[in-house]
């Protein structure tokens, strides 16, 4: 098998944002951004010298679900994989909920050198799925909250 090829070209053509990060999970500093690919670029809307020595906190705003990052960061430390979603925050504010898969990548002595993130903007099929709620149920607490977040956006850049 060859494996002398160019692997940058590789990141940045993958269909996921991924996001590499050092092992430091600690705020207000860690984990600070080492890496990020090109479709991360586009779905956020941050440029990488902005986002360079960063946390991915960057991305969390009021309708992130505090629960599910703390949720990483105990299963990065039990040294397990983080899966889940939340309201994540473009650079032009616009919410849109983030997929994503975070572990440790690790070096020759076992320690991790890395995390990583493989990271996915899943409000279309989350829409419909929230559709689908609201006609077995219109008042779906949570399909009713889901709309709630973009209409909100929508009314505010209106307003701007
Ligand atoms: C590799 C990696 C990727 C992350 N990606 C995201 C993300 O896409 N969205 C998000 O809200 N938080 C993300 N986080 C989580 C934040 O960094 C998170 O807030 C933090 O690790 C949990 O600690 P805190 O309670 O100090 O915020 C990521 C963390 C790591 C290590």
């Known amino acids: 098998m060859q494996l002398k090829f160019d692997w940058l070209i590789v990141l940045e053509n993958l269909r996921r ?37 960063k946390t991915p906190r960057i991305l969390q705003g009021k309708h992130t679900d505090r629960t599910i990052v703390s949720g990483l960061k105990q299963k990065l430390a039990g040294r397990e994989v983080f899966h889940g979603q939340t309201w994540n925050y473009r650079k032009s504010g616009e919410p849109f909920v983030m997929n994503w898969y975070s572990y440790a990548i690790y070096g020759e002595r076992g320690k991790p050198i890395y995390y990583v993130a493989e990271q996915e903007d899943v409000t279309e099929i989350e829409s419909l799925r929230m559709k689908q709620r609201l006609l077995i149920n219109p008042q779906d607490e949570k399909a009713v909250a889901f709309f709630a977040v973009l209409k909100d956006w929508k009314a505010a850049r209106k307003g701007a």
């Open 17 to 53: 944002g991924i996001m590499v990060t050092d092992v430091n999970l600690e705020p207000p500093s860690g984990p600070r951004i080492l890496y990020v690919n090109r479709a991360w670029t586009k779905m956020t809307g941050y440029g990488r010298d902005e986002i360079a020595n």
